[in-house]
């Protein structure tokens, strides 16, 4: 599948994968910003996607900066009709500022296909093993 890209910037760097196989491709910032501790920003790739009718972008985290450094992926999702600016919005959770500077790694993208629903109401769901059970219902051990 190809994937066309559009800089909207004259120095925004296109997507990467960093290795054969990988499902997401790095995403990176296209200017510097400093994000507090418990701040969320908007980071700007300053890049626009035509993604596939029928597919979705997914944006997930780098799991070295959640990992490391704190920052978590908020929201995500970047629909195929969608052809603005993508930006990455992230929390740091972690207890220091981080600087993300322009042209390093800030999160994912997975191209995925799209199942669409039609949504029907009714009365009564069928059974099911788990049933009503929610959070812990399976167990922690």
Known sequence: MKLPVKRLNETAKLPTYA???DAGMDLY???DMILKPNEVVSVPTGLAFEIPEGFVGLIWDKSGLSLKQGLKTMGGVIDSGYRGETKVVIINLGKEPYHIKK???IAQMLIQPVQSCEITEVSELMDSSR????FG????H
């Open 19 to 21: 290795h054969k196989g």
């Open 29 to 31: 910032a296209s200017e």
């Open 103 to 105: 042209h390093t790694k």
């Open 131 to 134: 049933a009503t059970g929610g």
């Open 137 to 140: 219902s399976s167990g922690l």
